[in-house]
């Protein structure tokens, strides 16, 4: 077996084991320790497909922002002591286990239907002629540069929305 | 030069990995020596003299003592998480030095081995990711303890370390501007190739090393030890080696952030006013620039050794010179200073690199200076006039004012 086939099955099994690790932990500190784990080993198989700006930027933004401030939250109120379960009762477990089916046969269509133009060999020379960051950046401010300003106003328009809700008095 | 066989590259991995990091630990054990040192001459003390000459062995002394002391758990503690936290507070520290480049890249017979442990496509983005995993340790080891007021310093750290990640990563943003890429000894080599980027990027500089103070919770930012009101912070409740794990993880940290900060705006291993060490690899392996040799990479190493150690020297003298921030001036300082003045910054700088640019005006020397000159006005500007007395001099000039025309009168 090739060496970085031996890692990713590590990466995935890692990843697999700290997800269902994590919804089913009552601690919601540890769940968020486990989702941390989870974001570091898909990070690493990002890495192994040679998307490392991807990479960086999941250990940057989601392991080292979002869930900082979730266990931020979580400490800070003093969450998971008045444990209630998220599924309760026959029906949502139906609910849940028919979303999962619906997951995992998205799943499958993907696996069939992948784009050919994709992986380390396609992406190997573009990395080479524009750099880790060029190649993600030039697509994104020259074919798509309208969705990422878009983007951008609906996200200065969620933080506005965040402050005034922040400097209502109560 | 041909380029590395896989057995070579593999083989000069492993040692290089070996060297610098044995290096790297010896240092980091020095400097807990020499923090003290430079704290006893600044206080006019004489500091840790009982172990060997001058003391030079005190760092033995404490790494026994600690291996030997009683490890205390508080009662309530979180175990896994508390014996976990030191761990995930060294690791990130430890693992950021491999991308920064120590020397210029030594010839042996087998091909030409660059000087650094690992030459990431992402170079900087690395920095950034593993310094923000690094709060993880702080703020666990403080909510892990069942303390309060370890568990206060985790909530700082981790409201403290995020905010100034941003102020950090936008602090950085006209370096890439500037080099047109991440990676570490792509800057070493443009700065080589026109001025160091302390000169054109001045205020830069000023904000990456405020922002850096900040993630490494140095003296003027350490509200997550802060003895004065939380005893000692987040680590209160360690003992024995977790809580000299905790102290190796803060040290790491100082120098990473002295060698990235020599890296950034000195020329990393650049000797000034010398050409004989611009050495470079092309993309196809070609060598550019003068001719690698032993002694070479040996005095670039020295140069990088001499400029990483001014900036520890530097980080220490701060801690023994300016007070600690109230917590409230630390957030303020981060979000309604240091971010939105750094944006303004990136705007001025991008639309100066356009005109440059359009003017015709090669990247070199001549380009590097009249960024400069732009930088010089902008940072007179901000001592002068956005500072209004406030953060310079600090609050107390508004009391001693009216003293001084008293006296004056």
Known sequence: MDISQLVFYLFAGVAVASGVLMITRKNPVYSAMYLVLTLFSVAAIYVLLDAHFLAALQIVIYAGAILVLFLFVIMLLNLGHDFVPDLRGKFWWFVGIGLGLVLFAELFVLARNAPEASGPDVLAPLLRSQGAVGAVAEPLFENYVVAVEVTGVLLLVAMVGAVVIAKRKV | ?409
């Open chain 2, 1 to 409: 030069m041909e380029p590395l066989s896989t057995t070579a590259f593999l083989v000069s991995a492993a040692v290089k990995v070996l060297v610098i990091f044995t290096v790297w630990l010896l240092v980091v054990a020095g400097v807990t020596l020499a923090e003290r040192k430079v704290a006893a001459w600044i206080q006019d003390r004489s500091g840790p003299n009982r172990v060997g000459p001058w003391g030079v062995l005190q760092p033995i002394a404490d790494g026994i003592k600690n291996f030997v002391k009683e490890e205390h758990i508080p009662g309530g503690a979180s175990r896994i998480l508390f014996h976990l936290a030191p761990v995930m507070a060294m690791f990130p520290a430890f693992v950021v030095f491999a991308v920064i480049p120590v020397a210029a890249p030594l010839p042996t017979p087998w091909g030409l081995v660059e000087v650094i442990i690992a030459d990431l496509p992402i170079g900087f983005l690395f920095v950034l990711a593993l310094a923000s995993l690094g709060v993880y340790g702080l703020t666990l080891g403080g909510w892990a303890s069942n303390s309060k007021y370890s568990f206060l310093g985790g909530v700082r750290a981790s409201a403290q370390m995020i905010s100034y990640e941003v102020a950090l990563g936008l602090s950085l943003v006209p370096i890439f501007m500037l080099a047109g890429n991440v990676t570490l000894p792509e800057m070493v080599r443009q700065q080589q190739n026109s001025l160091w980027y302390i000169l054109p990027l001045m205020v830069g500089f000023l904000f990456f090393s405020v922002s850096y103070f900040a993630e490494t919770n140095r003296m003027p930012f350490d509200m997550v030890e802060a003895e004065s009101e939380l005893v000692y912070g987040f680590h209160t409740e360690y003992s024995a080696m977790k809580f000299a794990m905790f102290m190796m993880a803060e040290y790491a940290n100082l120098v990473t952030a002295s060698a990235l900060m020599a890296t950034f705006f000195f020329g990393g291993w650049d000797i000034p006013f010398w050409t004989g060490d611009n050495i470079s690899v092309a993309a196809d392996g070609a060598v550019v620039g003068a001719v690698p040799a032993w002694w070479i990479t040996l005095l670039t190493a020295a140069s990088f050794a001499a400029k990483t150690g001014f900036f520890i020297f530097v980080f220490m003298w701060v801690r023994w010179t300016v007070p600690r921030f109230r917590y409230d001036q630390v957030m303020s300082l981060g979000w309604k200073v240091l971010i939105p003045m750094s944006v303004v910054y990136v705007a001025i700088l991008g639309a100066a690199m356009l005109a440059l640019d359009a003017a015709g005006i090669e990247f070199g020397v001549r380009y590097a200076l009249s960024l400069t000159a732009i930088n010089v006005v902008l940072m007179a500007g901000i001592v002068f006039w956005l500072d209004r007395r406030r953060i310079i001099l600090g609050a107390a000039w508004r009391q001693v004012r009216p003293q001084q025309a008293r006296s004056r009168g």
